[in-house]
């Protein structure tokens, strides 16, 4: 009785995803938290392929998901999981709707250690059902130990600001739209600018 109801809950959260709306926009921000097991569940549903590439050693190097797209055969890529050769994840990628831009709406890198290395959110820009890949949104860079290296903002594939920080997390310098530079003490005043 448990996993009829069990089924019945995933049948319906399962159906809810069909149904729900699937103008343009949403449905390329449709799988962007789904993680490789919700991906399994409806890899059949939702015609999507799974390809997996394997390191010398055995260990998972890549796993994309995609849909195949029609008529000419080329693919639309979904979301990527790309693995060190020790098993630790190295990158996730969650690509828009037409992923064979390159155009990814988020991208996640960490160290070898497991420590996040960069982190980009990127909207792209819609315009007449066709996505232009620009630089919109916030990229970051961390230190191997988890501290903000580097924050940089892009609204129309333009630099907005880019600041960079110190291992200690202390701002030592950034720079605006304008490209003037200004550089800070480590008391946080401004030591120079550009």
Do not use: A
Not at 6 to 30: A, G, M, P, V, W
Not at 33 to 53: A, G, M, Q, W
Not at 121 to 138: K, S, T, V
């Amino acid at each position: 009785m448990k996993n009829l109801f069990k089924i019945l809950i995933l049948s319906l959260f399962l159906f809810s995803i069909l149904l729900s709306n699937n103008d343009f926009e949403s449905d390329q921000t449709r799988y962007n938290n789904y993680t490789i097991e919700d991906f399994d569940n409806l890899l059949k549903i939702e015609n999507i392929l799974k390809e997996i590439e394997k390191h010398d050693n055995g260990q998972i190097k890549r796993i994309n998901f995609y849909k195949t797209r029609q008529p000419w055969g080329g693919r639309d890529y979904l979301k990527s999981f790309h693995y060190y050769d020790n098993g630790l994840i190295k990158e996730e990628m969650v690509y828009n709707l037409n992923g064979y831009g390159g155009c990814s709406l988020k991208s996640y890198e960490y160290y070898e250690n497991g420590v996040l290395k960069s982190y980009s959110y990127n909207e792209p820009r819609y315009e007449d059902n066709f996505i232009h890949c620009e630089l919109n949104g916030m990229g970051y860079l961390y230190h191997e130990n988890g501290i903000v290296r580097r924050e940089t903002m892009w609204k129309d594939h333009t630099l907005i600001w880019e600041k960079y920080y110190s291992k200690e997390g202390i701002l030592e310098n950034e720079i605006n739209q304008e490209g003037k530079w200004i550089y800070y003490n480590k008391d946080g005043s401004i030591r120079e600018g550009y």
